[in-house]
C-alpha cells in the first residue's frame, strides 16, 4: 500500500526538460506503484512538441494558466486556463504555447512513459528552462518506445514561421 502524499504550490522534485519547459514532479510512479505520474510544467510562448503518440499510456492535460493550441489526431483546438484534454493512448497528438508563458498539468496512465520524462531532463538550476536538445529527446524516446513514440515535426510550423 502506497502512503499518502501532501505536496505544497512549488514543491516537488523540479527538473528542466529538454525538449522545453520546467517540469515540478508532483507523483511519480513510485508515489503511486505505477498507476500513473503527474507533473507540472511551466511552458514560455511558442513551445511546441513534436506530432508523437504514448502507446500505451493515456494523457490527460489541465491548463492552470495561458493558452496552448492542441492537435489531436488532426484536429485543432484552443484550450485556456481551466480547460483540458482528454489523448487516449496510440492517439497522435502535439500542442503548441499561444499565450506569453503556460502552466500545465500532465497525468499519464499508467505511469509507463514516466523513464522517457526523466531520461529527458535534467536537475533543474532556475526556475525556467527554454532549453531544447533534441538528439537527448529523440535518445530517450528511442530508449522508451512503449512511454512515446515520435511522428514527426511538430504540426504547427505555419505558426511558428508567423511568429
Request: proline share 7%; hydrophobic share 30%; glycine share 16%.
Given at each position: 500500500m502506497n502512503a499518502p502524499i501532501i505536496r505544497g504550490a512549488g514543491?516537488?522534485?523540479?527538473?528542466?526538460?529538454?525538449?522545453?519547459?520546467?517540469?515540478t514532479w508532483?507523483?511519480?510512479?513510485?508515489?503511486?506503484?505505477?498507476?500513473f505520474f503527474m507533473f507540472e510544467d511551466l511552458l514560455a510562448h511558442a513551445k511546441t512538441t513534436p506530432l508523437h503518440r504514448h502507446p500505451e499510456a493515456d494523457e490527460t492535460v489541465y491548463v492552470l494558466e495561458g493558452e496552448i493550441l492542441v492537435n489531436i489526431d488532426g484536429q485543432e483546438t484552443r484550450v485556456g486556463a481551466g480547460g483540458m484534454t482528454f489523448t487516449p493512448k496510440g492517439v497522435p497528438h502535439a500542442f503548441l504555447v499561444v499565450s506569453d508563458s503556460a502552466r500545465l498539468l500532465s497525468m499519464q496512465t499508467p505511469?509507463?512513459?514516466?523513464?522517457?520524462?526523466?531520461?529527458?531532463?535534467?536537475?533543474?538550476?532556475?526556475?525556467?528552462?527554454?532549453?531544447?536538445?533534441?538528439?537527448?529527446?529523440?535518445?530517450?524516446?528511442?530508449?522508451?518506445?512503449?512511454?512515446?513514440?515520435?511522428?514527426?515535426?511538430?504540426?504547427?510550423?505555419?505558426?511558428?514561421?508567423?511568429?
Open positions: 514543491e516537488g522534485d523540479k527538473r528542466s526538460f529538454l525538449g522545453g519547459g520546467l517540469h508532483k507523483l511519480t510512479t513510485e508515489d503511486t506503484g505505477g498507476a505511469g509507463i512513459g514516466q523513464a522517457f520524462y526523466r531520461g529527458a531532463s535534467d536537475p533543474a538550476t532556475d526556475d525556467t528552462s527554454e532549453i531544447v536538445d533534441i538528439t537527448r529527446l529523440q535518445a530517450s524516446a528511442r530508449q522508451n518506445p512503449r512511454g512515446i513514440e515520435l511522428l514527426g515535426p511538430p504540426p504547427f510550423e505555419r505558426l511558428n514561421a508567423a511568429g
